[in-house]
DNA sequence: AACGCATAAGTAAGAC
DNA sequence: GTCTTACTTATGCGTT
């Protein structure tokens, strides 16, 4: 990129550029936490824990309970037309 | 959890609960930053930028050079032998 | 691919050939099929269901109940230990 | 469902649970495909095939090829503007 | 026409 | 070492 283009061009490349180290930056900050969750997880199998189960749970908890039960109701009505009811 | 179990139990519980309150923790923080990510591909996209071309950009720095030029060459030799060389 | 290339190439180049053929005529199939699907929520839809819900119960019905409840049985013991006790 | 509901609810319960019958049946066609493409992958990658390059060669060819060409010079033109042309 | 969602593909890790 | 399973990313679809 030298001074004989037009410097919107150059300008552009640089934003794309900045843009795109910060994205990398972020990126690599996820990934180290991600590796600490799996060593949570490595820590707590070492301790005898069943980690599939763990991971349900988890999974189970992250449900925001206030919107799930708001579905739950549509739900329900449907499972019951269908002789579901739990 | 009463006193009527045996106290490894609660010690058990003790330490699952821990254990999945750091995880939970840990969620947390990554999604955070999977949201930043996220606005910086929105700014990008306001600045006009192709998001998807972005995303491929991000990716393909992310492979090791060397690495990619291997898979590369394989393709190469398949797009070749099925008449579809670029 | 010429005669003037050695016999096992070629042959590998048919083989190649054939496989990815194969592939495709199963994915028209297939995206044949998950059309078929659409159509179906679209007309439910058009009689006044809601899709999201449906989505939810074919997907619960999905899980195979035997093993679920097998993983449950865990699944329950952990969730008593914190507390969560449904 | 008894005839103590009004009858519009029990047409209503016949209608969802044919909706959904359908749909189940649908989606068991689409896993037996989706099996049968994991088959020939497998029966190529015993045949020595890398079935990496293999998937990308069949998510190429599905991409029609001019809106193909049509990414690839966006792509090129940041990349150029990276100062990573190949 | 653009946004967010939901499914689907691909990738990488863990179990047997 | 293979094979499944879980996570991540990507594409396409429905909605606003």
Redesign the pocket.
Known sequence: MTETLPQTESVAADQLKCLIERIERL?EE?AGI?GD??DV??EA?ANGFD??AL?RIV?IRKQDHAERQEQEAILDLYMQALGMAA
Chains 1, 2, 3, 4 share one sequence.
Do not use: V
Request: hydrophobic residues 25%; glycine residues 0%; aromatic residues 8%.
């Open positions: 990126e996820k991600a969750i799996k997880y490595a199998k980690t599939k991971r999974s």
